[in-house]
């Protein structure tokens, strides 16, 4: 806060007077420091994900391929499509049902998805199975229950 220091012209006497007026300049030298910290600041907060986006189209002259279901239900029993198979043979039934025995077939995706009552250890021992024997693009599904 501001004083005068010299009354109206004329009163003789000096008097001190209080001004009133806000004095900005601090206000707006931490704002602008303020400014600086955030803009700093700003692009360390970002975190870069890689995402595997399919194309926008698919290329021409290829149909997209029917996508493979592998699907566990609370009793334990894996299914392929509408095909039950075991742990055992996980790997190759799911080479079969993308269509050829070659190890091309590791290189495709393969979607897993359990019902809801499903134990965790038997989800868990599906992913390992599919894991260890080279299929490593693998999604997972969820369906909402109601």
Same mark, same amino acid.
């Given at each position: 806060?501001?004083?005068?220091? !010299?009354?109206?012209?004329?009163?003789?006497?000096? $008097? +001190?007077?209080?001004? /009133?007026?806000?004095n900005v300049t601090p206000f707006v030298d931490i704002m602008l420091v303020l400014l600086i910290i955030f803009m700093v600041a700003a692009p360390l907060a970002t975190v870069s994900i890689r995402l595997d986006l399919p194309p926008a189209t698919p290329?021409?002259?290829?149909?997209?391929?029917?996508?493979?279901?592998?699907?566990?239900?609370?009793?334990? !029993?894996?299914?392929?499509?509408?095909?039950?198979? $075991? +742990?055992?043979?996980? /790997?190759?039934?799911?080479?079969a049902a993308l269509g050829g025995g070659s190890p091309a077939c590791q290189e495709e995706r393969v979607f897993v998805r359990a019902q809801p009552e499903v134990k965790y250890v038997s989800f868990m021992e599906v992913m390992n199975d599919l894991q260890k024997n080279g299929f490593y693009k693998v999604g997972l599904l969820n369906e909402d229950i109601e």
């Open positions: 806060m501001g004083s005068k220091l !010299s009354g109206p012209s004329g009163s003789g006497g000096k $008097t +001190i007077a209080q001004n /009133a007026d806000i290329p021409t002259g290829e149909e997209p391929k029917e996508p493979v279901y592998i699907t566990i239900q609370d009793s334990g !029993s894996i299914f392929i499509a509408e095909q039950q198979t $075991t +742990i055992e043979t996980l /790997a190759v039934d799911v080479c």
